[in-house]
């Protein structure tokens, strides 16, 4: 190797071996070689705890199903550890004549021979008995927890040092008590069960308990029937009758039924009253009563499993078998089958009980009952106060429309010339082309085609002049305020119309340019011209009274968002900072002959269209004002 060594500094070697060394070791406790990586994974895989649930019916049967979501949901909540929730039903304990297990228990073996199962929860009896017979051949180490199982059907002389069981206690007589509580006139009681073996254990029971209550009430069994048969029977109930619901997994004829069905199909028709132990039926289909509390079995339960996972041993995690809790009543029952609540035992709880308005809002009502009679003196003084502003509103109004009215009259006074100058000229017109007609026709061949272009000359000054008074017309008439559909640029253009011959006799150059989209607003087109015109009178006072060398009034029309502008500028002297917050207040004015109303009323009719006006001075020189009006949607 020495004769392959770069040649380095003898200093230099030790120092660059040692680092060489650090890092190599580095390297290996960072990255870890295939050795390493497996140790890791198992690491990570032991963290994992693997739970196999056993379902004695389906992962879909009542009650066993609601104890079933019960625990896993509270397991994943407060288990420590990541879980592995695998979940295996047992079908053969739904029928009437199950069939051999073997095949089932051979794909079990299959799937955690090798992998076998941190812990196993069985739910319901039948799952529980067929774990405890096979568990030498499937889990022999795995700690087992029987849940949701009556303490009666534990097979006790079965149970081995790896179980725990966490087992509820059936008390049909409470709940037969209970009955004849809440209904003192019940005659009869009428059991339905289904078919199952588990169900025929069950009917056995139910009897045994009954016996000591057939003095007081007589039983009958729908039991081992088609539940069409039992739907039939339940809708021919006697007075004075209520149902009690046990089971129907399996109906007499071997149908089986899932979820609440049967339950909700015996409900549609029964004429009678359905009580049950069990709280996976209540809150839709049953009365209520004495009955299991799913919530407490599966907090019991989630609790061994945790224990066990953590390492404490089976026989160290002992629970007493759960009694049936308080009793519970569901409002809307009651109501259905004129149940009071005063034959309820005194510990029971009613729930989905609507509250009155005055249960509901007692306080609320209190509070506002003593703001009303603060608020009674008050409402006749703010209705007068009201009713005095809405006359003052109204005269307002009928003040502001006549001084408006008088505004526009100003303003035609104004503009006589223009006007003049707009009627003279065709009407003028019309005079030259009669005469001119009247020598044509007094020639011995006058020429018809010339005479009708003539006339037809006269007919289009004659409009021409119509077109001008209807516009002075609709200027000065006196209408109420009065909201319509409008196109703003034609409303600017006739207003412009009508300045056009004062502002040529100014020597001013008016000019507008609207913008080639249509800006449809809602208002009151006559109003709307006089804002227009008090404008644009405004910005040629503001450049006579000067000696601007350039004398122009531009008008243009814009759309700008969900707003029309009208922006009006001149070249004259621009408005003062000083005075650019009193433009439009009333009598202000900087003319020596002005009233200051223009400008005011332009104001109040722009913001009756809810809209806005604005001036300011351009650093060019001149004024700019600016109208926005609100787009008709």
């Not at 319901?124 to 059907?153: C, D, H, I, S």
């Not at 004495?290 to 404490?312: C, D, F, N, Q």
């Not at 629970?319 to 569901?330: F, H, N, Q, V």
Request: include cysteine; charge should be neutral; proline fraction near 6%.
């Amino acid at each position: 190797m020495s004769g392959r060594m770069p040649m380095v500094s003898v200093r230099l070697w030790p120092m660059a071996a040692a680092w060489l060394g650090l890092g190599l070791v580095l390297a290996a406790c960072i990255l870890p070689g295939p050795a390493g990586a497996v140790e890791l994974g198992e690491a990570r895989y032991r963290e994992l705890k693997r739970v196999l649930v056993l379902h004695s019916f389906g992962r879909e049967f009542l009650p066993w199903s609601e104890f079933a979501r019960s625990i896993k949901a509270d397991l994943e909540t407060q288990s420590p550890w990541p879980l592995d929730i695998q979940e295996h039903t047992l079908l053969s304990a739904r029928f009437n004549n199950p069939g051999p297990e073997e095949p089932f228990v051979a794909y079990l073996r299959s799937l955690y021979e090798n992998r076998p199962p941190d812990i196993v929860i069985s739910i319901g009896a039948p799952a529980g008995k067929f774990a405890q017979k096979y568990r030498e051949q499937l889990f022999p180490n795995a700690p087992m927890v029987m849940t949701a199982v009556e303490q009666r059907l534990v097979d006790h002389a079965g149970l081995t040092d790896n179980d725990t069981v966490v087992s509820i206690r059936n008390d049909f007589q409470a709940s037969f008590r209970s009955i004849l509580q809440v209904l003192p006139d019940t005659n009869t009681i009428v059991v339905v069960l289904g078919a199952s073996p588990l169900e025929k254990f069950w009917l056995d029971e139910v009897k045994r308990n009954a016996k000591v209550l057939e003095s007081k009430v007589s039983f009958e069994w729908y039991a081992g029937l088609a539940f069409e048969e039992i739907l039939k029977r339940a809708s021919r109930l006697p007075p004075h009758s209520v149902l009690f619901w046990g089971l129907m997994s399996v109906d007499g004829t071997g149908v089986t039924h899932e979820g609440d069905t049967a339950l909700r199909r015996l409900r549609a028709v029964a004429n009678a009253p359905i009580f049950s132990y069990q709280d996976a039926f209540f809150g839709g289909e049953t009365v209520g009563g004495p009955m299991h509390s799913t919530a407490e079995t599966s907090r019991k339960t989630v609790s061994a499993v945790i224990r066990l996972l953590a390492g404490e041993k089976p026989v160290d995690v002992r629970t007493e078998p759960i009694p049936l809790a308080s009793p519970r009543y569901d409002w809307r029952e009651m109501q259905r089958w004129g149940i009071s609540a005063s034959n309820l035992p005194p510990d029971s709880e009613i729930l989905f009980r609507e509250p009155s308005v005055w249960e509901r809002y007692r306080w609320q009502m209190l509070m506002i009952t003593s703001v009303f009679l603060v608020q009674a003196g008050l409402i006749s003084g703010l209705l007068h106060e009201r009713r005095r502003r809405r006359v003052a509103e109204v005269e307002s109004r009928q003040r502001l429309a006549e001084l408006a009215h008088a505004n526009r009259y100003s303003a035609v006074g104004e503009l006589t010339t223009s006007i003049a100058h707009e009627l003279n000229q065709p009407l003028g017109a019309i005079l030259t082309n009669a005469e001119t007609a009247e020598l044509m026709l007094k020639a011995d061949f006058p020429d018809i085609g010339e005479v009708r272009q003539i006339l037809a000359d006269i007919r289009r000054d004659d409009h021409r002049a119509s077109e001008v008074i209807r516009r002075l017309r609709s200027v000065l008439k006196k209408t109420p305020f009065e909201i319509k559909g409008i196109e703003l640029n034609d409303t600017v253009r006739e207003a412009i119309d009508l300045v056009k011959a004062i502002a040529l006799g100014r020597r001013i150059t008016l000019t507008y340019l609207p913008t080639l989209a249509n800006l449809h607003v809602k208002g009151d087109p006559v109003q709307l011209q006089q804002v227009v015109l008090n404008v644009i009178i405004n910005a040629m006072d503001a450049i006579s009274d000067t000696d601007a060398g350039k004398r122009e009034v531009n008008v243009a029309s814009v759309r700008a968002g969900d707003h029309a502008e009208i922006r009006v500028t001149d070249t004259g002297a621009g408005i003062l900072a000083s005075d650019l917050a009193n433009v439009f207040n009333p009598f202000f004015t900087t003319k020596p002959q002005g009233m200051g109303m223009g400008l005011a009323i332009a104001r109040t009719i722009v913001e009756a269209h809810h809209g806005t006006i604005a001036a300011a001075s351009q650093a060019a020189g001149g004024a700019l004002f600016t109208i926005r009006l609100p787009i008709a949607r």
